[in-house]
C-alpha cells in the first residue's frame, strides 16, 4: 500500500499513548495520511514534542490531550475532551497500557 491508496482527509484520529514508540508511529502515519490527529499522554511535555514532529513532518493539524488513564473516569473524559475540541472523532487508537 503506498500513502496515495488511503485518504483520511477530513476524518480525526485519537492515539492514546502516543507521545513516544509505536503510538507515535501510529499518529504519525494517521497524520501523514491526511487526518486530524490527537496526540494523548500523561506527560504535557512529551505530546507537546510530539505534537511539533508530527505538524513538522506531515504539515497536519495535530492537538495534544493530558490524562492519566490509570485514573477512573480518565478514558470517558479524554473522549469527551477530544469529542469537544475536533467535533466528532472518527478513529481511536488504544495504545496507551
Same mark, same amino acid.
Given at each position: 500500500? *503506498?500513502?496515495?491508496?488511503?485518504?483520511?482527509?477530513?476524518? *480525526?484520529?485519537?492515539?492514546?499513548?502516543?507521545?513516544?514508540?509505536?503510538?507515535?508511529?501510529?499518529?504519525?502515519?494517521?497524520?501523514?495520511?491526511? !487526518? *486530524?490527529?490527537?496526540?494523548?499522554?500523561?506527560? !504535557?511535555?512529551?505530546?507537546?514534542? *510530539?505534537?511539533?514532529?508530527?505538524?513538522?513532518?506531515?504539515?497536519?493539524?495535530?492537538?495534544?490531550?493530558?490524562?492519566?488513564?490509570?485514573?477512573?473516569?480518565?478514558?470517558?473524559?479524554?473522549?469527551?475532551?477530544?469529542?469537544?475540541?475536533?467535533?466528532?472523532?472518527?478513529?481511536?487508537?488504544?495504545?496507551?497500557?
Amino acid at each position: 500500500m *503506498t500513502r496515495n491508496d488511503l485518504d483520511l482527509s477530513g476524518r *480525526t484520529a485519537l492515539v492514546t499513548g502516543s507521545s513516544r514508540g509505536i503510538g507515535q508511529a501510529i499518529a504519525g502515519l494517521f497524520a501523514q495520511y491526511g !487526518a *486530524t490527529v490527537g496526540i494523548h499522554s500523561s506527560d !504535557a511535555d512529551e505530546a507537546a514534542q *510530539t505534537a511539533v514532529a508530527v505538524e513538522k513532518a506531515c504539515g497536519r493539524r495535530v492537538e495534544c490531550f493530558v490524562a492519566d488513564l490509570s485514573e477512573a473516569g480518565a478514558g470517558r473524559d479524554l473522549a469527551r475532551a477530544a469529542i469537544a475540541r475536533f467535533g466528532a472523532v472518527d478513529m481511536v487508537v488504544v495504545n496507551a497500557s
